[in-house]
Structure formats: structure tokens, C-alpha cells
């Protein structure tokens, strides 16, 4: 089908779309009847969150549906006007996210995440060693991903690789090519590696929504070294197989000045004073947040980190960077500037409504997690945790190969999580594992176009075929499966 014909299309299918949208949030509980244990609130909320999630998975839509969403509760009496939109602007997690991306934006501006990556592979440990030159090279695009975006870092790191390509005399069109850009592009994930920052923050409303019904809380740390640990070894093992399975030509890698390349030239290895005061404030707020799982919760330090909650530190730090100005008289930070640019509107909303459509499910008054235990306790009710494990990874990591993980990662986490808390409960693994890994798993996706809104940026890559990704993409694919049910499986039990 030609570009033009999809265009029309998807015209013609989307004031349909939209219409069924809005007739599921504001019509689906009046037109069908209470069923099982849900009762008719019970049915409208279902009704809300079903609307919200086609207009995600078939238009990517992110901005009017939640918010058309929210009022939707508000007119079905699952709140007030008041109450929704105090969940909603006042909820802790989206006044957290809206502060860090402003610091990621001051971090971004100051080039900061560049000269980092620099650093890492201008090392000289990694000269005469082709493959620790690959996983620096790899390891800086986790890093730069974390510090901005996806999209940025992907562009800026494939930048590099060219450099590396004119420095190192590959051809373009060569397999050594096409696995250091499938590199960098996986690499990429390092994007939802950090549980309080990312588009990933939505999938995992709804998860800790539902665990808080069971008294149990969502573990950052265990999020944090799960994601890390996964990609580490996932590089490493994806290094090795390119120089035993596949093998790869290294020996050009093994002799390559960096320093001549182009990126370093420019942006250099090392942090200025401003830079690295905004690097350090970003990993202050980093500590601060992970801090109190490691003092005694009757101390007074633990004590005053949960009087100010996870909001206030990243709130602070931001001010505390406003206030400084440097010589030529500007503010250290723009802070209204770095607010106003940097914030992801459509991701804050459905950050918002998400979350109340989780609440609502986990809460008994509703019968919609009642409803959902009969249902799928047949088949998720007698599984261990690391069976359960097994089975989400390999279910969103095939899945989010062919459509947008993040709807994969709502419906998942709706389904699994109360197992999971129960599993927890009873002494298995923790929820949190079995949340993060159905999260972070769903953006492992790079196979198809249709795979996430990054996933063109490799396959449309005019020195990518579809021949390498549909036969060492799928390889890595079942390496990837393999090491991350692994991983989330023992810090499960470890945590």
C-alpha cells in the first residue's frame, strides 16, 4: 500500500475511531448493564479507560482523550470537578516528572550528555580491545537516552557511528555496520531505564494504583538495578555473539583514534563547571529519591524524606539551580523557559487519567478487580512467580514487535498485577518485578515499523534491511526474552 493510500486511509478511520472513543467514556455504561461483580459505576470506568486506550493504540493519540477521560469520571460521579482535577495537576508523580524534564532539558541544553558520551568512548582502556570499545560506545547511547530522549539520542549517537564508520574504513552497507546501528537503537531503551521519568510513567499508573489496594508499595530501586542489569548483560552478550556467532570483523575498532572524530572534536571529553553542577543536581535528586531504602524508617533522616515526599526534592533542586547567575548577568537555569519547553503535556495527562482508572480498579467498591480475579484466575491464578515472569516477558517482547507497547503494558499490568501482589503476599516474588519487567520489556521493539514511534528510525535507517532484522533482530529478540526473564525473576526474590 502506498504512503498516500495509507494517508487517506487512516483520514477516513479516525472520525470513526474518535467517535466510538468518546461513546465508550460517556456512553458505554448507560447502553450495557452491570455484569458479575461489577456494578454500574464499576461499568463506566471501564467503559472511560477502554476509550482512552483505542484512541492510543490506533491513533497515538495522548492529549484530549485522557482529558476528555477525566471528565468523563467526573460526570459519572466517580468524583467531583474538584477532586479530579486536584488528582489530576496535584497528583505527586506528574509534578515530579514535569520538574525532571525541565532539569533534563537544562541538562540537554548545556550539552552535557554529549560530553559524557564522549568520555566514555575516549577511554584508553578501550584501545586494542574492539569489543569494551563497542559496549562504551553502546553504554553511552543507555546514558544519553536517559539524560534527554530517545529520539535525540538515537539521532546524535548514529552521528557517531558514521564518524566511526569514515575513522574505522567499514563500508556502510556492511554487517558491521548494521550491528553497531542495532546497537545503538537497542542501546536506546536506557530511555525508560528510570521510574520517575519517561513516557513509561503511564504503564506504571496503573500498576502502582492497583498494588496500593493491596498495601503494597512500588519498589523505585528495584525497577532501577532490574532495567540497568538487563541492558548490561544484554549488551554484552550482544558484543559476543557479534564476534563469535556472527563474526564480525573487529579488528578495525581495535586501532581507531576517537579523539579525531567529529563529535569529540566539538563538544570535547570534559564537563565545564556548569555542566557538571547540573549533572550532579540530576544525581542528588537520583539519591534523594532512592535514600530511604537504605535507613531505618524510624530515623529522623527517613523520617524528614517522607514528610517531604518524592516531589518536593526534584522541586527544590530546580529552584535552587534558578537562583544563581552567572557573569553575564543570565539566570544559572531559565527556569520559566525550561518549564514551559520541555514539558510533555499529552504524557502528564495520561500520566493522570491512567492513574485514576487503576485506582478505580483496584478499589472493591467497583467490583472490577473482583470481576477480574474469576476471570483470569484460570489461567493466571496457579502460576509461580517465575513462570509468571517467563510468560510477560515473552509475551510483550514478541507482541511489542507488531504494535505499540504501551497499550500492551496498560491491559498486561491490568490483568497480572493483582496476581502478582497476591504472589507477593503469600511470600513469592515481589509485584514490583512482575510490574517492571511487563513495562520495560514493551519498549524492546524495533523489529516492524509498527513496533513503537522510534522503531522507524532503524528500519527506515537506509543502510538497515528488513532480511537482518527479521533473522539477527529475531535472535537477539529470543536473547533478550531469555536475559530479562532471568534478571526480573532474581530481583524479584532478591528484593
Known amino acids: 500500500m502506498s504512503a498516500e493510500l495509507a494517508g487517506k486511509k487512516k483520514l477516513t478511520a479516525y472520525p470513526f475511531i474518535c467517535a466510538l472513543s468518546v461513546f465508550l467514556m460517556f456512553g458505554f455504561g448507560y447502553i450495557v448493564k452491570p455484569w458479575s461483580t461489577v456494578t454500574d459505576l464499576g461499568v463506566k470506568i471501564i467503559g472511560v479507560y477502554l476509550g482512552v486506550l483505542l484512541m492510543l493504540i490506533c491513533t497515538k493519540e495522548m492529549l484530549w482523550p485522557p482529558i476528555l477521560g477525566m471528565f468523563a469520571l467526573v460526570c459519572h460521579g466517580y468524583g467531583s470537578a474538584s477532586q479530579i482535577l486536584q488528582s489530576w495537576m496535584g497528583n505527586t508523580t506528574v509534578v515530579m516528572f514535569l520538574f525532571i524534564l525541565a532539569l533534563c532539558g537544562a541538562l540537554k ?52 557511528a558514521d564518524g566511526l564508520m569514515d575513522a574505522c574504513g567499514y563500508d556502510k552497507d556492511s554487517n558491521e555496520h548494521r550491528f553497531i546501528l542495532l546497537g545503538i537503537y537497542i542501546a536506546n531503551i536506557g ?91 540530576f544525581l542528588l535528586g537520583i539519591l534523594v529519591l532512592l535514600l530511604p531504602m537504605f535507613l531505618p524508617k524510624t530515623g529522623t533522616i527517613a523520617k524528614f524524606l517522607a514528610q517531604i515526599g518524592t516531589a518536593w526534592p526534584w522541586v527544590v533542586i530546580f529552584c535552587l539551580l534558578c537562583i544563581p547567575h552567572m557573569k553575564n548577568g543570565k539566570s544559572f537555569i531559565n527556569g520559566g523557559a525550561l518549564l514551559r519547553d520541555n514539558a510533555m503535556w499529552s504524557t502528564v495527562c495520561m500520566i493522570a487519567c491512567i492513574s485514576m482508572c487503576g485506582q478505580a480498579i483496584s478499589k472493591d467498591d467497583f467490583g472490577i478487580k473482583q470481576w477480574l480475579l474469576e476471570l483470569c484466575t484460570p489461567i ?32 498486561l499490568n491490568t490483568l497480572c498485577i493483582p496476581f502478582a501482589c497476591m504472589i507477593q503476599q503469600n511470600g513469592g516474588g515481589s509485584a514490583t518485578a512482575v510490574c517492571s519487567a511487563i513495562v520495560f520489556c514493551c519498549f524492546f521493539a524495533f523489529v516492524t515499523p509498527a513496533a513503537s514511534s522510534l522503531a522507524p528510525l532503524i528500519t527506515g535507517h537506509q543502510n538497515m534491511t528488513t532480511k537482518f532484522l527479521w533473522t539477527k533482530g529475531w535472535i537477539y529478540t529470543a536473547v533478550w526474552i531469555v536475559v530479562a526473564t532471568v534478571v526480573f525473576s532474581l530481583m524479584g526474590i532478591i528484593f
Open 380 to 411: 493466571l491464578g496457579n502460576m509461580s512467580f517465575f513462570t509468571m515472569i517467563f510468560v510477560v516477558v515473552l509475551f510483550c517482547t514478541v507482541l511489542t514487535q507488531f504494535l505499540n507497547g504501551s497499550p500492551v503494558a496498560y491491559i
Open 109 to 160: 541544553e548545556s550539552g552535557a550528555p554529549v560530553v559524557m558520551a564522549n568520555f566514555l568512548i575516549t577511554r584508553k582502556f578501550t584501545k586494542g580491545r574492539p569489543g569494551i570499545f563497542l559496549f562504551m560506545l553502546f553504554l553511552a547511547a543507555t546514558l544519553l537516552s536517559m539524560l534527554t530522549s530517545g529520539t535525540a539520542a538515537i539521532l546524535m549517537m548514529y552521528q557517531v
Open 191 to 281: 530511555a525508560y531505564m528510570l521510574p520517575f521519568k519517561g513516557v513509561h510513567l503511564a504503564t506504571l499508573a496503573v500498576a502502582t494504583g492497583i498494588m496500593s489496594s493491596y498495601g503494597i508499595e512500588f519498589n523505585p530501586m528495584l525497577y532501577l538495578v532490574a532495567c540497568c542489569c538487563t541492558v548490561v548483560i544484554f549488551l554484552i552478550l550482544y558484543i559476543l555473539m557479534m564476534k563469535t556467532v556472527f563474526k564480525c570483523n573487529l579488528k578495525p575498532l581495535a586501532e581507531v583514534d576517537t579523539s579525531k572524530m567529529k563529535s569529540v572534536g566539538e563538544a570535547g571529553t570534559k564537563l565545564n563547571s556548569r555542566q557538571a553542577t547540573l549533572f550532579g543536581a
